[in-house]
């Protein structure tokens, strides 16, 4: 993990570098690296909070579980885990 946000912020800064040489036809890899900066941060959002929530409803499938005496709870929580960070919404 530490090494991607190492390299991101490196090819960021090498970017803006790049672009104060002002060498003709650089000025273009700008505004590309910072077209998808955006994008790239509300991509890695979306995954951290759809993370938490199938982690927090797995937690509460297992402790469920646990409290009825299913044997097999914890294969519950898993199922329940991944079956809400796979779910997709219907298209409309």
């Known amino acids: 993990m530490a090494a991607i946000v190492f390299w991101s912020i490196f090819i960021l800064f090498l970017t803006v570098a790049v672009d104060a040489l002002a060498i003709p036809g650089t000025g273009r890899v700008t505004d590309f690296v910072f077209s998808w900066v955006p ?9 951290l909070v759809g993370w938490l ?13 646990v409290n009825a005496r299913i044997r097999e709870a914890r294969l519950v929580a898993r199922a329940v885990r991944w079956g809400s ?5 219907p298209r409309r």
Do not use: D, Q
Not at 39 to 47: E, M, R, Y
């Open 39 to 47: 994008k790239l941060i509300g991509a890695a959002l979306i995954l």
């Open 85 to 89: 960070c796979s779910s997709r919404s």
């Open 53 to 65: 929530v199938a982690n927090f409803v797995g937690e509460g499938a297992l402790i469920a579980g």
